[in-house]
């Protein structure tokens, strides 16, 4: 395949800073989401870099460094478990991916979000569902946007040891819900996503 495809269009259209953008953590039940954005120079395919979720979690940490040197430009960003919870988690998402694109410094020109809804942004852009299988730019920014959560989830799991961060990252697996109904949530949990978890009790 041709990870460059979208990458040489926009290119060829006259865009000389193209971007892909994605994000982790929308499904979780704690931890804010995270998206990143990465310009990377023309025609550069970076070796091992796959779909962020098709990767083991030690082979994203060593491309995490390699995409941030190769890069002309990376920017990576949060909202928050408030902005989640005012704004709903697909707002948020969309905000996230907002400061991600606008953090880049050179500035985008165009930019390629993973998925099927566009952020509101002040530049061009296009939406590629499966994105981050198809641009080599996208899936930088699914790696970058994934380690950059499960780091903030370590430390979360060394404040708050009972709930297992580090081994789910904050996802609904058995164990953290079985926690979260013995010692109830804490600080970083989404409230809204937690209603029914407590509705079954």
């Known amino acids: 395949m041709d990870w460059l495809e979208y990458e040489n269009k926009n290119n060829a259209r006259g865009f000389l800073n193209v971007c892909g953008v994605d994000e982790a953590g ?13 310009i990377l ?16 979690e030690k082979k994203r940490e060593a491309l995490f460094d390699v995409i941030k040197e190769q890069a002309l430009a990376y920017s ?7 902005e989640i ?35 509101p942004l002040s530049i061009e852009g296009e939406c590629i569902v499966k994105g981050d299988a198809k641009s080599m730019s996208i899936a930088c920014a699914s790696i970058l946007a994934k380690v950059s959560r499960d780091r903030l989830l370590y430390e979360y799991d060394k404040e708050f040891p009972q709930y297992l ?9 058995k ?15 989404r409230p809204s996503f937690l209603k029914k978890i407590y509705n079954k009790k």
């Open 26 to 38: 929308r499904g979780p039940l704690a931890g804010p989401v995270c998206a990143a954005a990465v």
């Open 41 to 56: 120079p023309e025609n550069t395919v970076i070796e091992g870099v796959n779909d962020s979720k098709k990767l083991s």
């Open 76 to 82: 990576i960003a949060f909202a928050s478990v408030e």
């Open 85 to 119: 919870e005012e704004l709903n988690i697909l707002n948020a998402t969309m905000l996230a991916m907002k400061r991600a694109v606008e953090g880049l410094e050179p500035k985008a020109d165009y930019a390629m979000i993973d998925g099927n809804r566009m952020p």
């Open 165 to 173: 961060f580090a081994k789910h990252k904050g996802y609904g697996t």
């Open 175 to 189: 164990a953290h819900i079985e926690a979260l109904l013995k010692y109830g949530p804490c600080k970083y949990h």
